[in-house]
């Protein structure tokens, strides 16, 4: 378990995020790529989430707009979870995927629309 | 010349974010696309940028993030200028940029850095 | 129920290309992004699918080759039954697959033919 | 120099879209790769574009639309004046770049439609 | 069935990499496009694969690489496999997804991993 | 300045592959994101390329591969360079970009060709 001052902010950092995600990333890649899960927890969240200059509503929200312009769908699902967790509302996470249409194309937005409902869906359950 | 309402909305939107933007648009479409234009101002700002539910300070940082991952490099310096005209601050700009390290990759970031540096650059004239 | 000149040619243009298709396309987006069904029907279909100068046939082929470089698969599988229903032949549209091994690659060529095969299935039943 | 039926075949077609460009290609590859331009000639063209089923005028305009979609931006050009060589309409080049405002976002449709003023300012001097 | 030289070149080729490949591609695609699963072996494999100046092993992980960088899900997992067939360590395969965290993002390297992990699995069992 | 071990560890790492790079991207990014070459230097070499189980050609080699088929022009010419520092004949380089053409297109091939001859030239010199 690796215990330096960047992983423990990046815990810290994506907990915030989502909490359940840093175990279920140590799981899924503990039997292929162990030190990966470790980089994640590093450079995303210690490093860059953890920023000053920029807060986490908006950060979440260039995340979605760039996995919906990139098409990257279960990263996508994981950040739609995560902009509602720190609290962007239904509405600016669906304004975000609208206007992807305009830089990525239609169906870009659209795929995002369709993860943006299926993650709604389980959360009002 | 359209008149159309969603044109006129746009015309003013567009006018929000580059205040030459929309002459510079037609004039450059004007000999092969003309109708091109007018989408672009009908489309994008009269029915996107023109919806209530997002900012347009957000707006434009999600469109930096998805341009940037997309490596659509004129675009994305147009909107590094709207962005600062919208009052993003160049602290906010250069988040986002970073911030693309990790979902589109190092060298995307890079790029969309040193485009920032070049606007940066030529708006402190 | 929106109500304006684009919206109506555009579902008339949509009807033309898949009967079912705005019906589904409004039930699927009616819990999370209602104006964006409305878009879809006026942007791509109002606008651009109902503008002379290139036939249906052709619109169709060339949005197979896009969506086929870009890698978007339920969009794909829409327009290739658009392809069919606006009477391109099996022939075309493999042929405009095979092609794009050229420009976007052979697995992109491939995951397109797979495709293909899918849509060509179901349509025989 | 490659003599094979495949390769003279390729030459052929490759003089029907653009009479100079098979002899450009063998000199900018002869010091680094001069087999990959044979393989230009023997693949897509010889190949590919000689295959019955697709007309050469949509086998360029299917091409046009992919390599907008893709950003290729030398490639683009080069396949703007092979449409204009086998017999497409401006008109309908246009309405192909346009078009892939739908299926890649507003700035992909805006990058082609620059780069098809250029390549008809030149063919008209 | 094809009998040419690039063709029977091109099966020994992909026999070394996948021993069932051809036999599924030709079986996959005689419904359809029966003349791309033979470009499929003649070009890829007759041609590209069976050039000398770089090994099997170095062909696999630059294809490895290629494909998580672009997110073509189906054929990463057909090139994992052939990684391990032609003598790739599950830590060379490992380090190369890993590494393409840095050029196109941490979404893509986690997609990677999780394909490798499922192609690992299967063939542990 | 920074001075921690990864920092130290990539900068080392950085200089085998380039001599130069570390200076120019703190000079480049010196008044825009200083931060951000830190992060360049920390984690693509003082974490990923300086792990072990992949030598430092093949890490390379990959790396072209991936730029190639992302078609990330300036980070491809600054890899191209560094593959031949670290002792990748040109013949490996082109053989690597010649595969691209099966996985990501004749189109980035190409480019990725006509970067290795720009590159291949100035190191001749």
């Not at 790529?33 to 989430?49: K, L, S």
């Amino acid at each position: 378990m690796p215990n330096n001052e960047r992983y423990q902010r990046g815990l810290r950092k994506l907990a915030e995020v989502d909490p359940q995600a840093s175990q279920q990333l140590t799981d899924a890649l503990s039997s292929i790529a162990p030190d990966f899960a470790r980089y994640v927890v590093e450079y995303p969240f210690g490093d860059i989430f953890s920023r000053p200059g920029l807060d986490l509503k908006t950060r979440e929200l260039i995340t979605v707009a760039a996995l919906t312009a990139l098409g990257a769908a279960p990263q996508l699902k994981f950040h739609l979870r995560a902009a509602l967790n720190v609290g962007c509302t239904r509405e600016e996470i669906v304004e975000t995927l609208i206007q992807m249409s305009v830089y990525a194309g239609f169906p870009a937005a659209l795929n995002g629309l369709y993860a943006a409902k299926e993650v709604f869906a389980a959360q009002s359950e």
